[in-house]
Nanobody
Framework: QVQLVESGGGLVQAGGSLRLSCAAS????????VGWFRQAPGKEREFVGR????????FYSESVKGRFTVSRDNAQNTVFLQMNSLKPEDTAVYYC?????????????????WGQGTQVTVSS
């Protein structure tokens, strides 16, 4: 069993930056792929970015590519989401999720573990 806890959300002006953390307990994250998702009010949860097991590769949605970076520190058992050049449309609750499988890694229903989410609000 894995428990995930996100932190680092907050209110930031457009063009600013935030770094979200996803800290795990109960099991090492190193053998799991970890993704970040977000959900704005009235919208479905959408994929943001992910990092593979052991951190060998990353993948991003088109809407955040070039602005957001996912990284991991296996010693801290933590995955990070660095968000730069934030836009008002990035406003959402951000969730991290861990996947024990190898397919469907951009799909919320394929995730095995979820954090509780952290609010990110970008003002214009």
């Amino acid at each position: 069993q894995v428990q995930l806890v996100e932190s680092g959300g907050g209110l930031v002006q457009a063009g600013g930056s935030l770094r979200l953390s996803c800290a795990a307990s109960g099991r090492s994250l190193s053998s799991l792929s970890v993704g970040w998702f977000r959900q704005a009010p009235g919208k479905e949860r959408e994929f943001v970015g992910r990092i593979s097991r052991f951190g060998s590769s990353t993948f991003y949605s088109e809407s955040v590519k070039g602005r957001f970076t996912v990284s991991r520190d296996n010693a801290q058992n933590t995955v990070f989401l660095q968000m730069n050049s934030l836009k008002p449309e990035d406003t959402a609750v951000y969730y991290c999720a861990a996947f024990s499988g190898l397919v469907g890694l951009s799909t919320p229903r394929s995730a095995d573990y979820w954090g509780q989410g952290t609010q990110v609000t970008v003002s214009s």
